[in-house]
């Protein structure tokens, strides 16, 4: 007989109580073999998210989730291994350039990312743009190219933490994607199978977040990095800013190219400052001290390491990107200070376009997507271009332009953009 049955689980954390071990254990595999029923576990990840959790039970929740799957090990690899993720935002490119950045300084990069869903890109989708591109990798082809080239950005196999695709499959559709335990245990599961040796976590704020406040933003970075340090990954995070979307782009190709301008030396400030910010902790939390990222952007070999990336996965990186069939440019309505730009709206209005999917199993549009032409801080001008929007489908524009429409603010006088890195938690 089971040593537990999912109504005493349910109802224990319904009351408030804390679950044991022996329950997390039991009612996480069960759920993955299909014994508990996807009604039972909703319930349950609802009582989870009013009444939380204490550290333990996030433990042992994250502990059995990794269980439920395969365990990869890089321990064998010629250098010490770094990964980076991102709790999501608009724009956000970061991993683009960042992985072949950190290879080329001597780490390597197993990144494996996903797709996007809702108002936030995939960097998977955003790689697809790039023809002949293929996210899909065996283990023993990802383990080939860390040793040849240093970095991988492929999809997670079906084989890790099986139990959280379940669980966040349930989640999306019952409300309960924001529960912090929940939320904690699912990254870091994946990311403690994955096998890194080191982890820096970018845990984004604000409005295109889905943290819109620094004090849960903190709470969640505190407990992901408790989970890591204590499974042995050295882990730390970075809160930063995603009240204003990353860079001038937000998109698939557009981002790849943008990404691109970064590994050339050039690029938009604020990527290239995440970029490096994210690139020395990585390297610090794999031991290497001695080697400056910035030096390796400005001398070209990250930029080797990304054309070996792309080439390894059957990309071409020399082929040209695709650019969507319509496009249609927005005017500034005023001369002055552009003050706000809302990371929300930009998300929307690209996800409107094409760029995004409403379901996982929909398509994207690799051309689509929003550029805007000033960030906060910079003149605009009346009647001169404040965003380009791009689409296969001109019926798009109109629900994208509503979405940006209250998303920006024109102002007088100077204003200062806040700080991208807001904090720091180790
Ligand atoms: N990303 C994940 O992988 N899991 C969550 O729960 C939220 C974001």
Not at 324 to 329: K, M, Q
Not at 364 to 383: E, F, I, L, S
Request: glycine residues 10%; negative net charge.
């Amino acid at each position: 007989m089971a040593p537990h049955d999912a109504v005493e689980v349910i109802t224990a954390k319904r009351d408030k109580g804390e679950l044991s071990d022996s329950q997390i254990d039991w009612v996480i595999a069960a759920y993955t073999r299909g014994d508990v029923a996807d009604e039972q576990m909703s319930s349950l990840a609802m009582s989870i998210l009013l009444n939380g959790m204490v550290p333990r039970e996030i433990a042992r929740w994250t502990a059995a989730m990794i269980a439920s799957g395969e365990r990869m090990d890089f321990s064998a690899l010629s250098r010490p291994t770094a990964d980076k993720h991102s709790t999501g935002g608009v724009g956000d490119k970061i991993t683009l350039p960042l992985a072949p950045l950190v290879a080329a300084c001597g780490v390597a990069v197993p990144q494996l990312s996903g797709r996007g869903l809702g108002h936030t890109g995939g960097t998977l989708d955003k790689l697809e743009s790039i023809p002949g591109w293929r996210a899909t990798l065996s283990n023993e082809e990802m383990f080939a190219q860390l040793e040849s080239v240093g970095a991988v950005i492929c999809a997670a196999g079906d084989g890790l933490a099986p139990a959280d695709k379940k669980l966040y499959a349930l989640r999306d559709v019952t409300g309960t994607v924001e529960a912090i335990p929940l939320i904690a245990s699912s990254i870091m599961s994946k990311k403690i199978a994955e096998g890194t040796g080191a982890l820096v976590l970018d845990v984004k704020v604000g409005t295109g977040a889905f943290m819109k406040d620094v004090a849960r933003a903190r709470e969640l970075a505190e407990t992901m990095v408790g989970l890591g340090t204590n499974a042995g990954v050295n882990t730390v995070a970075l809160l930063t800013d995603m009240n204003t979307p990353l860079g001038l782009t937000a998109g698939n190709a557009i981002e790849v190219v943008e990404s691109i301008e970064v590994l050339q030396g050039g690029g938009p400030a604020d990527v290239v400052e995440l970029t490096l910010a994210l690139a020395r902790e990585m390297l610090t939390a794999a031991g290497v001290t001695d080697v400056d990222p910035a030096g390796k952007l400005a001398d070209g070999s990250a930029m080797d390491v990304w054309r070996a990336m792309i080439n390894a996965q059957g990309g071409d990186p020399e082929a040209a990107l695709p650019v969507a069939r319509e496009s249609h440019v927005v005017t500034s309505p005023s001369t002055g200070t552009l003050t706000r730009l809302d990371a929300m709206a930009v998300g929307l209005a690209a996800w409107r376009l094409g760029a995004g999917r409403a379901r996982k199993e929909d398509p994207v549009q690799a051309g689509a997507g929003v550029v805007w032409h000033a960030r906060p801080g910079d003149r605009v001008t009346q009647g001169e271009p404040l965003f380009t929007l791009l689409t296969d489908e001109p019926e798009r524009f109109d629900r994208a332009l509503e979405s940006l429409e209250s998303g920006f603010d024109i102002g007088e006088g100077t204003f200062t953009a806040p700080d991208l890195i807001i904090d720091r938690i180790d």
